[in-house]
C-alpha cells in the first residue's frame, strides 16, 4: 500500500523550473530518505507533498488525498518536523503538546492520554513542567517529533532533523525514527548527513530539479559503483 504517489510533478516560478517531471511512490510505514543540495529542488518538492505549494503540472496522492483538489485534508493526515526548532520557547513542554494537539482538534481525554504517553516513551517526564526554552537541543528535537506524531498522522515529513545535536543524539533520534515506522507511519526525511542516508530503507537523489536515482542504498551503491552514500552524492552534487 502506498501512502505517496507522485507523477510527473513539475513546478515552475516563471521560466524557472524549481522540480522538473519527477515520479516515485512510498510505501506504508517506509523510511523514505529524499537527498540534494541546496537548490537542487529538494524543498520546493517538499513544500508540495505537505500541500504547501500547488503543481505547475503532474498529480500527486498523499495519505490518499488529491495534491490539487485535496490539499486541506493532506495537511490534516501528515506530521512536519522543520529543521529549524518550531515549538515555542515561552511555553511548557507539556502546554507545546497540549497547544498543537488542540489545533489539530484533539479532545481533551485523548489529549491528556497521547501527551502522558508521548512524555512516557521519550522519557521526559521530569521535563514536563519546564519551559521549551531551557531545555537541550536534543530533548527539543525529541519533542518537536513527538509532537508532530500527537494526530497520529500517516505520513511524517522530516526535513533535516537531526541538524545541529551530537552523533549520540542523532543515533538516539533514529531509535524513534525506526520506532514509529514500524507503527506503520511512513516516514519522509531529508538530510545532509550522508551516514543518515544509509538508514532509510530507499533513497533517492535530486539535483537541478530533477529525480536522478532511486532505491536502497545498496542498490545505488552497487549501480554506481561507490563504496559509500557520501561518494554516491558527490556524483551528483558539486562540492
Given at each position: 500500500?502506498?501512502?505517496?504517489?507522485?507523477?510527473?510533478?513539475?513546478?515552475?516560478?516563471?521560466?524557472?523550473?524549481?522540480?522538473?517531471?519527477?515520479?516515485?511512490?512510498?510505501?506504508?510505514?517506509?523510511?523514505?530518505?529524499?537527498?540534494?543540495?541546496?537548490?537542487?529542488?529538494k524543498t520546493t518538492a517538499m513544500k508540495m507533498?505537505?500541500?504547501?505549494?500547488?503543481?505547475?503540472?503532474?498529480?500527486?496522492?498523499?495519505?490518499?488525498?488529491?495534491?490539487?483538489?485535496?490539499?486541506?485534508l493532506i495537511k490534516k493526515n501528515i506530521g512536519?518536523?522543520?529543521?529549524?526548532?518550531?515549538?515555542?520557547?515561552?511555553?511548557?513542554?507539556?502546554?507545546?503538546?497540549?497547544?498543537?494537539?488542540?489545533?489539530?482538534?484533539?479532545?481533551?481525554?485523548?489529549?491528556?492520554?497521547?501527551?502522558?504517553?508521548?512524555?512516557?516513551?521519550?522519557?521526559?517526564?521530569?521535563?514536563?513542567?519546564?519551559?521549551?526554552?531551557?531545555?537541550?537541543?536534543?530533548?527539543?528535537?525529541?519533542?518537536?517529533?513527538?509532537?508532530?506524531?500527537?494526530?497520529?498522522?500517516?505520513?511524517?515529513?522530516?526535513?533535516?532533523?537531526?541538524?545541529?545535536?551530537?552523533?549520540?543524539?542523532?543515533?538516539?533520534?533514529?531509535?524513534?525514527?525506526?520506532?514509529?515506522?514500524?507503527?506503520?507511519?511512513?516516514?519522509?526525511?531529508?538530510?545532509?548527513?550522508?551516514?543518515?542516508?544509509?538508514?532509510?530503507?530507499?533513497?533517492?537523489?535530486?539535483?537541478?530539479?530533477?529525480?536522478?536515482?532511486?532505491?536502497?542504498?545498496?542498490?545505488?551503491?552497487?549501480?554506481m559503483g561507490v563504496q559509500t552514500i557520501d561518494?554516491?552524492?558527490?556524483?551528483?552534487?558539486?562540492?
Amino acid at each position: 500500500m502506498y501512502t505517496i504517489v507522485v507523477e510527473n510533478l513539475t513546478k515552475k516560478f516563471g521560466t524557472f523550473t524549481a522540480v522538473n517531471n519527477i515520479s516515485f511512490s512510498v510505501e506504508k510505514g517506509e523510511i523514505f530518505g529524499f537527498l540534494g543540495a541546496n537548490g537542487a529542488g529538494k524543498t520546493t518538492a517538499m513544500k508540495m507533498l505537505c500541500g504547501l505549494l500547488l503543481p505547475t503540472s503532474g498529480k500527486a496522492k498523499i495519505a490518499g488525498f488529491d495534491l490539487t483538489t485535496q490539499s486541506k485534508l493532506i495537511k490534516k493526515n501528515i506530521g512536519y518536523m522543520s529543521q529549524r526548532f518550531s515549538l515555542y520557547n515561552d511555553l511548557s513542554v507539556y502546554e507545546n503538546m497540549q497547544l498543537f494537539g488542540t489545533i489539530y482538534k484533539i479532545d481533551k481525554k485523548t489529549l491528556k492520554q497521547r501527551i502522558e504517553k508521548g512524555l512516557n516513551e521519550l522519557n521526559m517526564n521530569d521535563f514536563a513542567k519546564q519551559l521549551v526554552g531551557s531545555i537541550p537541543l536534543g530533548w527539543k528535537q525529541r519533542l518537536a517529533f513527538a509532537t508532530a506524531l500527537l494526530h497520529r498522522p500517516q505520513i511524517v515529513f522530516l526535513d533535516e532533523p537531526t541538524s545541529g545535536v551530537d552523533p549520540i543524539v542523532r543515533r538516539e533520534f533514529w531509535s524513534l525514527i525506526y520506532k514509529t515506522a514500524a507503527e506503520g507511519i511512513t516516514i519522509f526525511v531529508t538530510t545532509h548527513y550522508m551516514d543518515e542516508a544509509e538508514y532509510c530503507e530507499r533513497l533517492s537523489i535530486m539535483a537541478e530539479g530533477e529525480l536522478k536515482l532511486i532505491g536502497s542504498p545498496t542498490e545505488l551503491k552497487e549501480k554506481m559503483g561507490v563504496q559509500t552514500i557520501d561518494d554516491l552524492f558527490g556524483k551528483f552534487v558539486n562540492r
